[in-house]
């Protein structure tokens, strides 16, 4: 049984993440950690009794497994830092970690043979659609992306599609074709990256959902990955909780592992 | 069983007129036009012995119920008015018209009472689309139109696609409305047509296919049309055939006689 | 201003009901019925001072211009008997009335000339998907219906998909071919209702989404509705309690109004 | 520059094949084999005067680098087997080798240490769909696939569905699970292999797609694959006859060089 402490434990992934770790029987939550929490019994969130609430690092004396972190950007990189050096697993979820604080913690983590990772997605069909598209494209040398969300995503392309775009670019090391004569007066072609163009649809009624197209004479391939509800993560969580207790490194994104 | 003559009767959307009038038991191939030809002998274009080549109007003394033309633009304006004046029903499908040249001809048919009809599109499944995109519109208020075009295709959007967001904004009168923040610098969020986003994706492999989709809160509706083979524009030339043997008056566009 | 009482106003329907009218500027929530409920203060259901709660319906003495049901197939006929002699225009979505007690419902609503709406479906893009496979079924003469649904749903086909092949069978008004020699040892050929084949998938990660395909020589058209959270009906009640207050009549389907 | 012998060259598949070799730069047409043609001039076939045309396995004493056979069921053994003696790379498209005869020729040219390929489908899309499928069925565990047909293929599933189902469960090595008790009076939840559902819809307008649709907790990952026309498989010829002149062995199917 692998035991779990949960950094922001009562935040939307944070809940989720305690509903998942209580709910499989090869977990035990042995703690839950948010600074900004005044009471630390856990029976006032909803957890059994047995689960220690902490709200300052210091307060963690008995280290768990793994660090399974849903905190905010603000605190994730100390709180990363301070798992790795009690030897615990870090299972990281917090977007904003620098790329040198990232590096940080991941040197770290090797020296002491620690495995861990810091993944900006824990969707396992997203990352499967990137690496598939990574495959295809050594054979297909045409691709586009499409990718569908709800009106109130305000930046356009999501992360994923721009990720998708970066790996087939990396698997065919060229610009992709473009015509010199196309006519697009209202700029329907979409974005480009390399050539790839990349497509951003915002609706009601979508949650996430991204698609890249392969093209070929005669022939398409289409890897669709479609989300209807947040929970989808958990999946990947638990996937990477299992791998970490495996590995002697630290890896960033959850493809390494899958 | 209804008499045609096609202009045009050597070209490619000719030669599948052809074909469909021989194939069909409720049409007869009268005759056959086009200017170019030397020869007017039906048998060395692999007709039947009976049907008239002609390769100048004044050669067709005897009209036929239909004139169906896929001539060229040079020629389709005094074709079809020659028809017009010779009592047969039009079915046009040549591009080129002028807008001034379409109500002449419509002018003239009404004033016989002699029904046609001018369609830039025969598609059966490509006019459907406009018309649920329209009666869609009045009950979802948010719309993206994305087509898919093989990569020869220079010019985006495609007309269809145009003509799609035009239904759209005439069902519902206002532009969509649009988030005043949004960040896209690579221009992913399309081409826009009164707050309906429009994306063109050009690849091998694709034919033509047209998309629309409309998203509420928690649903979204898709009406996609697919093109595989050219020949999907004869089951609308048929329809086209039949219809204008009914009518008295000449209309623009498939959508008018579904 | 449209005042409304809702009943089975704590059930997951009931609620998200509540939250509709509530936000909505031109509905008010004149009051909230459920037989089962002891607390008659508003408060204690989180609900406005002003809002009155029922636990019976004689305690209705001042009528709403609108009965909102979904309460049980138990209690259902009688509480919309109560609201047409009241004069209330009722809006049922609550499933189990038998066509006998529709046609008593219609029966009496349409003698008061009382717009009223029973609607098993309130999803407003399903509608419009069997409404324009219905007007496409006189075009294209060949369609297979796909339905996607959660693991959990036991029964297939889905009632949409089944009242879609109704609708297309009604409109062709014959069984579609069938090759008389398929082979098929697995039964992959889905079920067959008058030739139209129906295609059930269960899969987590589906919620409810519905597909019609039909073909013709070269070109398919695809007609489907996505549902990615439940919320998606409120947009169907929202159009009736606008619709019944025009109406003199009580009609069954919410396709009737749309 | 790869010189090249084409078995079957006046079939239809043939015939794609001499436009690809002659085509490409990078390959050249040294012979063409069919023994039912009486002539032997290239040019009576519209092809180079230089192209040797054989009658008969006997004339060919120059052998090429590559033997691509198109032929017949009846022929494809011995064909194989006479290009292997003569140390020409076999790209075998032919169907009708039964698993013994595939074995013997394998065993052949493995002791030559010869490069070939037999493989039943050159498409590229489609082998690329059954390989991410095996992939993505480790991680993904609930599994459903729908092909889509012209009206003309009588018999169903496709092949490629069910290899694509075997190779699902290869990878699971259990059998899905299945809800106890499902209603499905019409047959619509498809064939079954392994828990593994297979849908085949059959409509004119479609060439040739297959789907494969995994599900997981609030995700789909759709792997989809669509043909609009035959030469796609030329993609794989291509690739087949470059990877063979770098192999010393002999394999089955285009996935083991993709």
Redesign the interface.
């Known amino acids: 049984m692998i035991s779990v402490i949960i950094a922001g434990f009562n935040g939307t992934m944070g809940q989720k993440a305690v509903q998942l770790i209580t709910a499989s029987p090869e977990f035990q939550l042995a703690g839950a950690y948010n600074p900004h929490v005044t009471s630390r019994r856990a029976t006032d969130y909803g957890l059994d009794g047995a689960v220690s609430i902490y709200n300052d690092l210091q307060q963690i004396t008995t280290p768990a497994d793994v660090w399974l972190d849903f905190s905010t950007p603000g605190g994730v990189a100390n709180n990363a830092q301070f798992a790795i050096t009690q030897g615990m697993h870090p299972v990281i979820g917090t977007s904003g970690l620098t790329a040198e604080q990232q590096h940080r913690l991941q040197a770290t983590a090797n020296a002491r043979q620690l495995g861990g990772i810091i993944a900006p997605n824990f969707?396992?069909?997203?990352v499967?659609?990137m690496?598939?598209a990574q495959?295809?494209a050594t054979?297909?040398k045409?691709?586009?992306i499409?990718e569908?969300h709800h009106?109130d995503k305000?930046?356009?392309?999501s992360g994923t599609?721009l990720n998708t775009a970066r790996l087939i670019y990396a698997a065919q090391q060229a610009d992709e074709p473009q015509?010199s004569?196309?006519?697009?007066l209202?700029?329907?072609?979409?974005?480009?990256?390399h050539g790839i163009?990349?497509?951003?649809?915002?609706?009601?009624?979508?949650?996430a959902d991204e698609e890249v197209?392969?093209?070929?004479?005669?022939?398409?391939?289409?890897?669709?990955?479609?989300?209807?509800?947040?929970?989808?993560f958990?999946?990947g969580v638990k996937?990477a909780i299992t791998a970490v207790m495996q590995r002697q490194d630290l890896v960033i994104g959850l493809e390494n592992i899958?």
Do not use: C, N, W
């Not at 305000?154 to 392309?157: E, F, K």
């Not at 093209?215 to 989808?232: A, F, M, V, W």
């Open positions: 969707g396992v069909t997203a499967l659609m690496k598939f495959q295809a054979y297909l045409r691709a586009e499409v569908y009106e305000l930046d356009a392309p599609a015509p004569s196309e006519q697009d209202l700029g329907t072609r979409g974005g480009d990256y163009k990349i497509h951003a649809v915002r609706l009601p009624g979508f949650v197209i392969f093209g070929g004479p005669g022939e398409t391939l289409t890897i669709k990955q479609s989300t209807t509800d947040r929970q989808s958990m999946a996937l899958l």
